[in-house]
C-alpha cells in the first residue's frame, strides 16, 4: 500500500519514473530496491509505464465531478421516474474509404510518420444518433470531407449540424425525448456570447447596451468589462434552443 501510494506522486504534480519512485521509497524509508527489482514490484501491483493523460486528473477535479453527479441524477431520475422520457444519444465519427486504422511501419525517425493527407482514399463524416433499440431510422448523415487534418472534427460545423437536427433528426425522434451529446465546439455555439478582454470598447459597450446595463462612457475598458461581468446572463447554447422549439427535452453536456 505505501508503495502504491508513493506512485500517486502525480498528485504533487510530479513525474514519476522509476528513478524518481525509487528515490522517494528510500527517502521515505518505505522499501529500498534495484531498479528492475522496483519495475517488477510496480508491475505486480497493476501499473504500467504509459503515455501520461492528462484528462484523469482533471475529470476528478471537485467542479466537475460535482456537475458528472447533477448530470448523473437528472439521467437517473428520469429513468427511474414513472412517466421516462425516450433518451436519445447522438455523435460523430470519420471512416476513410479504404478502412484504413491509421498504423504503419514505423521507426523512430520523423519521416516514418504518415502524415494526414498520406491515408488512403477519401474521409468521410458520420452523424448519427441512436436509442437503446438501435440507431434511429433516417438519421444517418454521411458526408465526403475535403479538410486534410487529422482531426475529423474540423470538418463539422454548427451550420451541418442544425441543418442535419431540423431535416433529419428531429421529424424522426420520438417528442419530448431527452436528448445526450457531447461537449464538442459546434455543439457549444453560444447565442449570448459576452465580450472579453480580447473585445474592443465600443463591442463592450454596445453589449452592455443591449442587456440594458446603464453605464456612464467614461470608464476604463476593465470597468466595462467588471460591469459585463457583473451582469452576464446564463449562456445561451444554440443548439439548446433549437431544442427547445421542438419541445424535444432538456439538453446536458457529457463530461
Same mark, same amino acid.
Given at each position: 500500500m505505501e508503495v502504491r501510494n508513493t506512485v500517486y506522486m502525480y498528485k504533487e504534480r510530479k513525474h514519476v519514473t522509476l528513478h524518481t519512485l525509487k528515490d522517494q521509497l528510500k527517502t521515505k524509508e518505505i522499501v529500498s530496491l534495484s531498479t528492475k527489482s522496483l519495475a517488477?514490484?510496480?508491475?505486480?501491483?497493476?501499473?504500467?509505464?504509459?503515455?501520461?493523460?492528462?484528462r484523469r486528473p482533471l475529470v476528478e477535479r471537485h467542479y466537475v465531478a460535482l456537475m458528472r453527479s447533477?448530470?448523473?441524477?437528472?439521467?437517473?431520475?428520469?429513468?427511474?421516474?414513472?412517466?421516462p422520457r425516450p433518451v436519445v444519444f447522438l455523435d460523430e465519427t470519420w471512416i476513410y474509404v479504404k478502412g484504413n486504422k491509421g498504423k504503419s511501419w514505423q521507426n523512430d525517425s520523423v519521416k516514418s510518420v504518415r502524415k494526414p493527407e498520406g491515408y488512403d482514399g477519401k474521409r468521410f463524416i458520420i452523424l448519427h444518433a441512436g436509442t437503446e433499440n438501435g440507431f434511429i431510422s433516417g438519421a444517418s448523415l454521411i458526408f465526403a470531407s475535403n479538410n486534410k487534418l487529422a482531426d475529423y472534427r474540423a470538418s463539422m460545423n454548427s451550420t451541418k449540424l442544425e441543418q442535419w437536427v431540423t431535416t433529419q433528426f428531429f421529424p424522426n425522434i420520438p417528442e419530448k425525448s431527452l436528448i445526450l451529446m457531447d461537449n464538442a465546439?459546434?455543439?457549444? $455555439?453560444?447565442? !449570448? /456570447?459576452?465580450?472579453?478582454?480580447?473585445?474592443?470598447?465600443?463591442t463592450i459597450m454596445d453589449w452592455l447596451?443591449?442587456?440594458?446595463?446603464?453605464?456612464?462612457?467614461?470608464?476604463?475598458?476593465?470597468?466595462?468589462?467588471?460591469? $459585463?461581468?457583473? !451582469? /452576464?446572463?446564463?449562456?445561451?447554447?444554440?443548439?439548446d434552443e433549437l431544442i427547445k422549439t421542438h419541445n424535444l427535452g432538456f439538453r446536458k453536456r457529457l463530461l
Open positions: 517488477t514490484l510496480v508491475k505486480n501491483i497493476g501499473f504500467k509505464f504509459r503515455k501520461d493523460d492528462n447533477m448530470f448523473l441524477k437528472k439521467y437517473v431520475d428520469n429513468l427511474v421516474s414513472s412517466t465546439p459546434y455543439h457549444s $455555439v453560444v447565442l !449570448n /456570447k459576452a465580450p472579453t478582454m480580447a473585445s474592443r470598447k465600443q447596451h443591449e442587456n440594458n446595463v446603464n453605464f456612464s462612457t467614461d470608464l476604463t475598458k476593465y470597468q466595462f468589462l467588471d460591469l $459585463v461581468k457583473r !451582469n /452576464k446572463p446564463e449562456k445561451k447554447y444554440a443548439i
